[in-house]
Every structure is written in C-alpha cells, then in structure tokens.
T-cell receptor, first 113, second 115 residues
Framework: GQQVMQIPQYQHVQEGEDFTTYCNSS?????IQWYKQRPGGHPVFLIQ?????EVKKQKRLTFQFGEAKKNSSLHITATQTTDVGTYFC?????????????FGKGTKLSVIP | GAVVSQHPSRVICKSGTSVKIECRSL??????MFWYRQFPKQSLMLMAT?????????EQGVEKDKFLINHASLTLSTLTVTSAHPEDSSFYIC???????????FGSGTRLTVV
C-alpha cells in the first residue's frame, strides 16, 4: 500500500533559524496536504498542493510539491516560538474515488527562544 | 470555515464496557468521514472510512466487531469501542473532507482511557 515517509522526526532550532521538513511517497499522489498539530491538540489543515512542481507560500511558510508528485517539503523562514508543534504531511492517492489520506510520521519542531 | 465537532473530548471507562464517540460536521455535509487513532508521539493511523448509508471500510488489522462505526446521516458518524480494554486507550480523531479550500477538517479528538 501507499507509504509516506517524513524526515526528520525531530528538529530543534534556535528562534530565528530556518526549518524544513520533507516528505516522500512510495506512489504518485493526486495531492499532498500539510497539517500542524500543537501538543494536546488535533491536526489543523495548513495547505493543499495539487499541481506538479507547485509552490505556495503562507507568510513565512513555503510549501513545495515535486515534479513527479511524490515528494513535498515545508520550509519555515525565521522560526518563532509560535511555530512549535508537529507538522504532518498527508498524501492522497491518485486512484479513482480515493479519498483516504496517508500521513507521514510527522516532524516535531521545538524552537528555543 | 468548516467545523467538525467531536464528543466526548475525554472519557475514562472500566475495562469491559463500551464507549461511543460522536463526530458531527456542523456546517457541511460529509458523505465520507474518517476515523484515526493516534498513540502518544506518533502519527495518525487510519482505522476506517465511514460511508453514509453503507458499511464502513476498515483498514487491515482493525477489528470491525470491536470498533463499530455507524454513519446514519450526512452529518454524523459514530465510533463505538466495544468491550474496551486498557490497550484500547488512545487518542481517537475523526475527520471529514470539507472541500478543496479547507482540506480535511479534523474533530478535536477523544482521549480514551480504559482502566
């Protein structure tokens, strides 16, 4: 079945440093989504990428979708303490009628003030 | 924006009892909802796909007789953990697809503790 690998598992950064998390799918995806989960909370949708090579920005966050639609990355510029949490990528398969998401294991970001 | 309400948020039950968790889409209709389980510091594992008006589709390794799913309307899906045991203690989260702009909206989760 579809697998989504996400690295690194943990990342500790000094406030102001940049942060990147990467996802790789074993199969071609129809789209990839990114979620943020704060400690004790539930995943919150950040963005969805659909097109091959797509790049989207949300303030200090930059999301990329690979040309082959099998990998993706999330980059945060100049991290802040409010960025703390676990970032998950989730891939949606390309099969007809496929609505299921396969989640990566997440990258837990800690920001040292 | 799209909202999914999940209740209860926390529940403690005795071993052998059953617990029902509700998941409601408040401002949109969800023909399909998903139930996940998340162990501490781990990712979300899909348990089953809940389809309105039909049987749920369970992932491999998930006991359908233990985790009963009912999706009786376009806005409500329930997960019942039957004859709960301590190893069933976990964080259970539901989600529903709420459209391209909102992706999948998650409920706030239910932390189940079986004692």
């Amino acid at each position: 079945g579809q697998q989504v690998m996400q690295i690194p598992q943990y990342q500790h950064v000094q406030e102001g440093e940049d942060f990147t998390t990467y996802c790789n799918s074993s199969t071609t995806l129809s789209n990839i989504q990114w979620y943020k989960q704060r400690p004790g909370g539930h995943p919150v949708f950040l963005i969805q990428l659909v097109k091959s090579g797509e790049v989207k920005k949300q303030k200090r966050l930059t999301f990329q979708f690979g040309e082959a639609k099998k990998n993706s990355s999330l980059h945060i510029t100049a991290t802040q303490t409010t960025d703390v949490g676990t970032y998950f990528c989730a891939g949606r398969g390309s099969g007809a009628g496929s609505y299921q998401l396969t989640f990566g294991k997440g990258t837990k970001l800690s920001v040292i003030p | 924006g799209a909202v999914v309400s999940q209740h209860p948020s926390r529940v403690i039950c005795k071993s052998g009892t059953s617990v029902k968790i509700e998941c409601r889409s408040l401002d949109f209709q969800a023909t399909t909802m998903f139930w996940y389980r998340q162990f501490p510091k781990q990712s979300l594992m899909l348990m089953a796909t809940s389809n309105e008006g039909s049987k749920a589709t369970y992932e491999q390794g998930v006991e359908k007789d233990k985790f009963l799913i009912n999706h009786a309307s376009l806005t409500l899906s329930t997960l019942t953990v039957t004859s709960a045991h301590p190893e069933d203690s976990s964080f259970y989260i539901c989600s529903a697809y709420s459209g391209t702009a909102n992706g999948y909206t998650f409920g706030s989760g239910t932390r189940l503790t079986v004692v």
